[in-house]
């Protein structure tokens, strides 16, 4: 019924920048949260950031600064832009809807931070 696709990982430098993009289509409703989460190997999957339908926002402790969660309701889209990369944030980033108590991810984009 929700379908998530996200874009934008690749390999980037330390200290460089990034932009995930993530188009959800399906049976979208109004209150809905979505956000980013990512997985490094051999880590549990954890949540980056988070925004709510207004606007509000939220981020671990380890990227805030640094990563700017993103949406744009009409077009049914969540970005996260990346600076400052470091080698700590290499993980599979998947993007996330949650509405009326049911979560759904999409498959995940790869972002590699290396020199």
């Known amino acids: 019924q929700v379908q998530l696709v996200e874009s934008g990982g690749g390999l980037v430098q330390p200290r460089g920048s990034l932009r995930l993009s993530c188009a959800a289509s399906?049976?979208?409703?109004?209150?809905?949260?979505m956000g980013w989460y990512r997985q490094a190997p051999g880590k549990e999957r954890e949540l980056v950031a988070h925004?709510?339908?207004?606007?509000?926002?939220t981020y671990a402790d380890s990227v805030k600064g640094r990563f700017t969660i993103s949406r744009d309701n009409p077009k049914n889209m969540v970005y996260l832009q990346m600076n400052s990369l470091k080698l700590e944030d290499t993980a599979v980033y998947y993007c996330?809807?949650?509405?009326?108590?049911?979560?759904?991810w999409g498959k995940g984009t790869l972002v590699t931070v290396s020199s």
């Open positions: 399906g049976s979208i409703f109004s209150f809905n949260t």
């Open positions: 925004i709510f339908r207004a606007g509000s926002t």
């Open positions: 996330s809807l949650s509405q009326f108590g049911m979560q759904y």
